[in-house]
């Protein structure tokens, strides 16, 4: 099993919802991370976890809050959104501690929109 | 700090053609260097990888990319391209000394297929 699963693939939400969205990974992997890609643009990085804990957080607004429950889930709470917070949201892993040192396996991303 | 330029926005091709997407990086030593594409709707896979040794890496799809220390550069080749080769490129770089879990993302070259 080389996937990683997350859910929805796609999410509105207004700007007073609380949502979640989901990912998953059954690959044994240490590391997990959220990016965040804009349309026509590079994904950038959000949050890193490596073995379950908050490793890296790139500056980012506290309306997302990043959660880890166990080595295969990594979960992204999302609260008070603004517009200009609509995009693809990826998920991704890797089996070594770092990204720099082998592959990072994407999910096929989570489209968020909010209103 | 690493930093990778992809100087082509937009390249089309025809099929049957062969391909080449062009990256230059920054960076004090030898990066750890990466190609990954991304399908339309989709998330990334990683196309090949460098980080030391022979100079020609060869990937997944039929793809190669070179390692050109003095142009500083880390070129994506294809013999000959497929319609299913649509898609957005993506060179990264990685710093191998840095204790961070970051992998750097060009801006990315959208390719184009002509029938």
């Known amino acids: 099993d080389t996937e990683v699963t997350q859910t929805p693939k796609h999410l509105v939400m207004g700007m007073t919802n609380k949502k979640s969205l989901k990912c998953e990974q059954h690959?044994?992997?240490?590391?997990m991370y959220w990016y965040k890609q804009k349309a026509k643009k590079p994904p950038e990085l959000m949050f890193v976890?490596?073995?379950?804990?908050?490793?890296i957080n790139e500056s980012v607004p506290s309306r997302f809050s990043p959660e880890c429950p166990n080595s295969s889930l990594l979960n992204l709470h999302l609260h008070a959104l603004q517009p200009e917070d609509s995009a693809l949201y990826l998920c991704?892993?890797?089996?070594?501690?770092?990204?720099?040192?082998?592959?990072?396996?994407f999910g096929e991303g989570s489209r968020l929109t909010v209103l | 700090a690493q930093s990778v330029t992809q100087p082509d926005i937009h390249i089309t091709v025809s099929e049957g053609a062969s391909l080449e997407l062009r990256c230059n990086y920054s960076?004090?030593?030898?990066?750890?260097l990466f190609w990954y594409v991304q399908s339309p709707g989709q998330g990334l896979q990683l196309l090949l990888k460098?980080?030391?040794?022979?100079?020609l890496v060869q990937g997944i799809k039929g793809f190669e990319a070179e390692f050109k220390r003095s142009q500083s550069s880390f070129n994506l080749r294809k013999p000959s391209v497929h319609w299913s080769d649509a898609a957005e490129y993506f060179c990264?770089?990685?710093?191998?000394?840095?204790?961070?879990?970051?992998?750097?993302f060009g801006s990315g070259t959208r390719l184009s297929i002509r029938p």
């Open positions: 991704a892993s890797s089996h070594g501690q770092f990204a720099n040192t082998g592959e990072l396996f």
């Open positions: 690959m044994g992997h240490r590391a």
């Open positions: 976890y490596s073995y379950e804990k908050l490793s």
């Open positions: 960076y004090g030593a030898t990066p750890y």
């Open positions: 460098y980080f030391s040794g022979d100079t």
């Open positions: 990264a770089v990685g710093a191998p000394a840095s204790s961070a879990s970051k992998i750097i």
